[in-house]
């Protein structure tokens, strides 16, 4: 068979979606990329797939010829002395004694089915829902994922398809959390059959060590569930769910708390294999030759003068192996969003379609009333029969929870929409209040009127439709890998609150971090240094127990609320005096902005003309390179 070319192999990656890198898997991955690329093709997917990777292909060379027109005249051994001294800074955040565990599920969807129908054992079966085979096995190993149900028949033509029962894996999830929280009782679920834990104070209170831990926990696991787990120990969270990938299934991989060996580990690893980068962010790196995390050293010159594309510092985080440790529940103020959606066989037919829209309104209104949220901004999801996926969104002047308030807007943007053939529909309610948390909370209720109006503000047009394409937004989501609050999946630089290709950088301060662009060279960076002994200590064996983070020297930190926004700090009281001391001036430097604003327009003739008019009819001076020699 002759060689793919370098398009048509980047294509049949992104094809095979989930199953590239996943661990676990059955049959050689290779032949299972060639078989899902040649039974999609002719197919609208294929179509849609091929047009986004050609995309993909266009803006990687914009961005190559952007680089190469940075790279002309830099001082390399500037830029390096400047990187080099981020990676000192950084290096002095790596924290050794925690010790964190990732613990997944091995093939939990068809395991649990399994036992619900023993016979299916040892037989190749896939689970069906809405068209597509989330979950497929061959003879008790996963061998695919996320594949369409004629895609799975291609793979293999016996394949037995059961229907999914979501009732079973809420159950078995919750049993099998319930075991992991007799070791950490603020484990925190990354998804159904994911978790993370900090088994530092257990191993203390027990006098055993990691891997003994860990091995009693998984033995107890399929003692009370009957499931398998897989599980990775690491000093961060980020490194956790990494090893837990290399012993699959039922098996664990421990990496020792050295920083030799952490660095070690990571040079050889594939880019793709690191948390948070998907299919988009693996094919922009590779442009820029970086595969592997020794390339993110390697190009650093080049990653930094590219900062605002590739995201340096984020880089430099998953090339170091640091990440947070930090491990607790979601809390409700994390809520970024409540959305329901259906998927459905392709139809223009209004009548179906506001049919299947009032049904999703009504899943919403459902969501909204037993989380406890009520939504200020309704956004309409809808997939064209041709894959293309679009959402469409209204800022109202309430906040809205009734099913018939929800049915109303999501009509309303649908009609502006038509006509249309589509796929799936949804809605999601965003900008979201707490009901079930009082708005007076701290020094904000002495500064209430009684009775006051709530604030006015004048409706515009840009109010209505907020048009958004979610293949822009993916992308330019990948290609930043700047924090995102959007997003429920588990943030491995950070607190809990993450993204899905999302990579900020860690917060191991009290204070609230809040510099991410790219470096800067005139400020010598501060370098906290450590004692030797804590960049060598391990927590392999039962040894002296500290909490993530804590040290001798440091204020004891608490859970303070913040009397000026209500947020709820983890923190001591030179932090918190620092973060009012944030909310307080925010508010002056908006005011004074308003007051400058006004001043400005004024001198200009009541700054009449649009942002978009302005500088026109003159050529701007080009951009100087900040990297360039002097």
Do not use: W
């Not at 070319?5 to 049949?12: K, V, Y």
């Not at 992104?14 to 002719?42: F, P």
């Not at 899905?500 to 470096?519: H, I, M, N, Q, R």
């Not at 906290?528 to 804590?534: I, L, T």
């Amino acid at each position: 068979m002759a060689a793919m070319s370098a398009q048509e192999e980047s294509l049949t990656r992104r094809l095979a979606g989930q199953s590239v890198n996943k661990a676990g898997l059955a049959l050689d991955q290779t032949e299972i990329n060639r078989v899902i690329a040649e039974a999609s093709k002719g197919s609208k997917f294929y179509e849609n797939e091929r047009k986004k990777d050609v995309e993909l292909t266009v803006k990687i060379e914009h961005l190559l010829k952007k680089k190469d027109e940075l790279m002309k005249g830099v001082e390399t051994a500037a830029v390096e002395s400047t990187v080099d001294r981020m990676i000192t800074e950084i290096e002095s955040t790596r924290d050794l004694s925690q010790t964190i565990v990732h613990i997944d599920c091995d093939a939990f969807f068809a395991s649990v089915e399994e036992l619900y129908d023993p016979s299916l054992k040892g037989k190749a079966f896939g689970i069906s829902y809405a068209k597509y085979v989330p979950h497929f096995v061959l003879g008790g190993f996963q061998c695919s994922r996320n594949c369409k149900a004629f895609i799975a028949k291609k793979l293999c033509p016996h394949l037995i398809v059961v229907p999914i029962h979501f009732d079973r894996y809420t159950e078995m999830s919750r049993k099998v959390f319930d075991v992991l929280k007799t070791r950490d009782p603020n484990m925190a679920a990354a998804s159904p059959d994911e978790s993370y834990l900090n088994i530092t104070e257990y191993m203390h209170d027990h006098n055993i060590t990691a891997e003994e831990c860990v091995r009693e926990l998984r033995a107890e696991v399929e003692e009370k569930t009957k499931l398998t787990v897989s599980a990775g120990i690491a000093p961060n969270k980020m490194l956790a769910k990494i090893c837990s990938d290399r012993n699959k299934p039922n098996g664990q991989f421990l990496l020792p708390f050295e920083r030799e060996s952490i660095m070690e580990f990571m040079q050889d690893l594939p880019i793709r294999k690191i948390p948070g980068i998907g299919k988009v962010t693996e094919r922009l790196l590779d442009g820029f030759g970086i595969k592997t995390c020794r390339d993110i050293y390697t190009h650093r010159t080049m990653i930094c003068v590219m900062d605002h594309e590739l995201g340096l510092k984020s880089l430099l985080y998953a090339h170091l192996g640091i990440g947070s440790n930090d491990v607790q529940p979601g809390r409700r103020e994390e809520r970024k969003s409540v959305g329901a959606e259906t998927t459905f066989h392709g139809t223009s037919n209004v009548d179906k379609l506001l049919e299947k829209l009032e049904k999703v309104a009504e899943s919403l209104a459902a969501d909204l009333e037993r989380t406890g949220f009520s939504g200020k901004t309704i956004t309409l999801k809808y997939k064209l029969d041709t894959y293309q996926l679009f959402t469409r969104a209204k800022s109202c002047s309430r906040y809205i929870t009734a099913k018939e308030d929800l049915f109303e807007i999501g009509k309303e943007l649908f009609f502006k929409e038509l006509p249309l053939k589509l796929r799936l529909i949804g809605l999601r309610a965003t900008n979201l209040k707490d009901l079930r948390r009082s708005d007076d909370k701290g020094i904000k209720k002495f500064f209430k009127p009684e009775d006051s109006p709530p604030k006015k503000r004048r409706r515009t047009d840009s109010d209505d439709c907020i048009v958004i394409s979610d293949e822009e937004v993916s992308t330019a989501q990948t290609l930043n890998m700047e924090a995102s609050t959007s997003s429920n999946k588990p943030n491995f630089f950070g607190s809990d609150d993450g993204a899905d290709d999302d990579l900020p950088p860690p917060t191991f301060s009290a204070k609230p971090y809040s510099y991410t662009g790219p470096p800067r060279p005139s400020v010598a960076p501060v370098i906290r240094v450590k004692p030797d002994s804590s960049m060598a200590a391990s927590r392999t064996s039962a040894k002296p127990y500290s909490r993530p983070n804590e040290h001798p020297n440091e204020p004891t930190r608490s859970n303070l609320d913040c009397p000026i926004c209500g947020t709820t700090l983890k923190t001591d009281n030179v932090g918190l005096n620092e973060h009012i001391d944030f909310c307080l001036s925010r508010a002056m430097i908006k005011e004074a902005s308003a007051e400058g604003s006004l001043d400005t327009n004024a001198k200009r003739g009541g700054g009449s003309r649009s942002a978009s008019m302005r500088g026109k009819g003159k050529t701007s001076a080009k951009r100087a390179n900040p990297f360039a020699a002097r």
